[in-house]
């Protein structure tokens, strides 16, 4: 039995369960038959390839488009006219009023619910208070990002749906994000996010379900889905440091004048190279992560 089949078989604590999940555009089956639940209070990714079919999915999710099959239910119920007063969505792309400051955009959300949090709290949980009465125009990428986390947020949702919510941040910007969401998560709200990020999804989510061409292709925590498939991990060099008979000698890969070395016995690798005399200088040791993990099962980067 598989974790996702566990874990739909697991309802008690389940918030959301997708149940054979069939989406079609003019014979094209966008989402093909997947099934999976998410745990209250977790944070699940959403991964794959633009084409795999995970915002189509999340778009049925959020009650945006509607399913060919299948169903979606929260909490044991299908999805009902008022979900958009009970989940929170940060749009990958979402504008912004022009000429509002944030403390007017907040006042401007805060009308369209019925139920919100009160902006202290929100400003304090997005780190707003620095730019309050900044034109929205005006906004780096990492503070429009907090903006739309904060407006996400503002109807005090279970549930929050995070599309690719750091793209296009620098590496500083992208971790103090992080951060937010980990604050988000300890409210005990559930955090659906789709990223490409691979960094981003081993540090935040605590289960991740891998979609390509409609399909669900593997799903579990991180760390089991990394001890499943991988036993080694790669050492790097460059190419013109190790002599072409022992890369023919061990069979080692040439990848981007490097040669990879994938070992479990990391140890023992570097003292062969020691011993060849091969310079240890730029020498690089690597664990596999999910990058890794999607390469091995469909041929291509997350990326791509």
Not at 9 to 26: A, C, G, P, S
Not at 120 to 145: A, P, V, W
Not at 233 to 257: N, T
Request: with cysteine; charged share 20%.
């Amino acid at each position: 039995m598989t974790e996702v089949e566990n874990s739909l078989n697991d309802t008690k604590n389940n918030i959301i369960e997708v149940n054979r999940l069939v989406k079609t555009y003019k014979g094209v089956q966008a989402v093909d038959d997947i099934s999976f639940a998410i745990t209250k209070g977790h944070c699940f990714g959403l991964l794959g390839p633009n084409g795999a079919g995970k915002t189509t999915t999340i778009e049925i999710m959020e009650g945006i488009i509607n399913a060919t099959s299948g169903q979606v239910l929260y909490s044991g119920k299908a999805i009902s006219k008022d979900i958009s007063q009970q989940i929170g969505i940060q749009f990958q792309s979402t504008a912004l009023q022009d000429f509002l400051t944030v403390q007017e955009t907040l006042n401007l959300f805060t009308a369209f619910y019925d139920h919100t949090l009160p902006h202290q709290q929100l400003i304090e949980l997005c780190g707003l208070k620095d730019f309050l009465d900044r034109d929205n125009r005006l906004l780096s990428g990492g503070q429009r990002q907090r903006l739309l986390l904060a407006l996400a947020l503002i109807n005090d949702p279970e549930i929050i749906f995070l599309d690719e919510p750091t793209t296009g941040l620098d590496p500083q910007a992208r971790r103090n994000f992080w951060q937010l969401i980990k604050n988000i998560k300890a409210q005990n709200k559930t955090v659906i996010l789709t990223t490409h990020y691979m960094d981003e999804a081993e540090q935040l989510c605590d289960d991740v379900v891998i979609m390509d061409n409609g399909k669900i292709i593997e799903s579990g925590t991180p760390n089991r889905l990394l001890a499943k498939h991988f036993q080694n991990v790669f050492i790097y060099l460059p190419k013109a440091q190790v002599p072409q008979v022992l890369i023919d000698k061990h069979q080692w890969i040439i990848a981007h004048d490097r040669v990879e070395i994938s070992t479990q016995q990391v140890e023992e690798t570097i003292s062969l190279l020691i011993a060849a005399q091969v310079p240890l200088d730029g020498l690089q040791v690597k664990s596999p992560n999910l990058d890794d993990l999607f390469l091995k099962l469909t041929g291509h980067s997350l990326r791509e």
